[in-house]
């Protein structure tokens, strides 16, 4: 059993006492799912939108989650023109903006369809209709002004936090940020965006995707391309498919493993690895490389990202320099931004993927492909995503596949006599890390503890148990 925190000021229910083993309840148990939504949610960064969907000044959209909405919305130039306001009419708290909308304030303003009471996009009250009705004081400017929510961008997009004294987006997330945004992420545009609502909790959506232990029985046509890599970072007890090194197999043979490796990253994904990358990487599977693949490899990867680099900047695409970012920026498959943001970085473009709790046992979850444009490609916004149900074939066969694992997961957390997760400290590491920051803000940790245990979390995918300091 894990000792006291002397700092804790609230007792957690199913606390994480053993790091490798985390308690089934707490991803059912509507105990735990109300400390969440009291002592977590509202004291922890949120990705809100994404920044091209208020490109010009007035643009706005509506975030909720767990009852809280608010509006982001453009008022000007860089960080300093995003704004965020609690949706809720300062007359009688209709929200004076519908779920999931969003327009342009730059004339209209806000208008509460209640009474007709406006804002403008700075947040000040502009009409009251019957003024005379209401007395001075309850007419006060400042008092009518709608209440502002704390704003932060980064990476292309605004975050939101409800409390006011927790410690800044960059102090709380750390490095990570600044070396996504040196891979262009400020730049990255949406191709696509799906949304569907799974029957699972919101963390165990999440932690479907901290590992890639699963991948050789979820993911069996990633497996069987580059088996060799598979089973060399997870051992040969994986169902004995392939060899970590086969000497029957050569420096080409093995570059053309990678590429189709590459091909099956983005019928399954998309972003993840771009098509546009894999059509340049087409071009240069008979470049001349070591006769070691050990060297080879990583100097056909170099090859492919300069060429990425090159040729995309050419038709026009703002794109950074790859390779010296790898030794300078580097960053892993994936990236978790605490709590429910991530993103799958592998070139030039990107998936990312945002959950919200939609209950004990039901999420939403969205997830985007994200590249960069030329001007010449004329491309248009993608406002709003495409609902599907879960099981839909219009997926991307990568996410479709582990939407097929995390609905059952939650039900079989249930079955009598499973009481807890067992996880793998060499690999499943994030997932303990996780819950135990989580319990950090269930217990009422000081955010100065928590923004250093956060941060530990980033290049953390198939990572080790941390000494979180709590």
């Not at 000007?76 to 300062?90: D, I, M, P």
């Not at 996009?121 to 019957?130: K, L, Q, R, S």
Request: glycine content about 8%; hydrophobic content about 40%; proline content about 7%.
């Amino acid at each position: 059993m894990a000792e006291a925190d002397p700092a804790a000021r609230f007792d957690v229910p199913h606390l994480v006492t053993n790091p490798e083993r985390i308690p089934a309840a707490r991803y059912y148990d509507e105990t735990f799912y109300r400390a969440e939504t009291e002592r977590l949610w509202p004291h922890v960064w949120q990705m809100a939108t994404r920044l091209e969907l208020i490109p010009n000044v007035g643009d706005w959209i509506e975030y909720s989650n767990l009852g809280q909405s608010v509006i982001v919305v453009r008022t000007g130039e860089g960080s300093e023109g995003v704004k965020a306001y609690h949706n809720a009419c300062r007359h009688r708290g209709v929200p004076i903006a519908e779920p999931g909308g969003q327009g342009n304030c730059k004339s209209a303003g806000f208008i509460c369809p209640f009474h007709g009471w406006r804002w403008n996009m700075e947040g000040d009250n502009t009409f009251v209709y019957g003024k005379h009705f209401f007395s001075d004081e309850q007419l006060d400017a400042a008092d009518l002004a709608l209440r502002p929510c704390r704003v932060e961008t980064a990476i292309g997009c605004a975050f939101v936090n409800f409390d006011d004294a927790a410690p800044s987006l960059r102090e709380s997330l750390g490095p990570v940020l600044e070396a996504l945004e040196m891979r262009g992420f400020d730049d990255l545009k949406a191709e696509w965006w799906y949304a569907t609502k799974l029957p699972a909790n919101w963390k165990i959506a999440m932690e479907a995707f901290m590992e890639g232990y699963h991948v050789m029985k979820t993911h069996p046509q990633l497996q069987h391309k580059l088996p060799q890599l598979y089973n060399t970072m997870y051992g040969m007890d994986t169902g004995g498919i392939g060899l970590p090194i086969n000497p029957g197999l050569t420096v080409r043979e093995n570059v053309q493993a990678q590429f189709e490796h590459m091909k099956l990253l983005n019928e399954g994904m998309a972003g993840m690895v771009h098509a546009k990358e894999v059509e340049i990487a087409s071009h240069l599977l008979d470049v001349e490389l070591p006769e070691d693949p050990a060297q080879a490899i990583p100097m056909w990867y170099g090859i492919v990202q300069h060429q990425v680099v090159e040729q995309l900047r050419a038709r026009g695409e703002d794109i950074p320099d790859l390779n010296t970012l790898a030794q300078t920026h580097p960053v892993q498959a994936v990236e978790f931004l605490f709590p429910h943001y991530f993103l799958l970085p592998t070139m030039s473009s990107a998936s990312a993927y945002r959950i919200r709790p939609l209950g004990p046992e039901e999420c939403l979850f969205e997830l985007w492909s994200l590249t960069h444009f030329a001007p010449e490609d004329n491309h248009q916004r993608v406002t709003e995503p495409t609902l599907l149900p879960y099981d839909s074939e219009e997926f991307p066969p990568i996410p479709r596949q582990d939407y097929g694992n995390i609905p059952i997961q939650q039900q079989g957390l249930h079955a009598q006599g499973f009481d807890y997760m067992r996880l793998g400290r060499g690999v499943e590491g994030l997932i303990s890390n996780y819950n135990r920051v989580i319990d950090g803000h269930l217990k009422g940790i000081d955010g100065e503890r928590l923004s250093a245990a956060t941060r530990k979390l980033q290049h953390n995918f198939d990572g080790q148990i941390e000494d979180l300091g709590f």
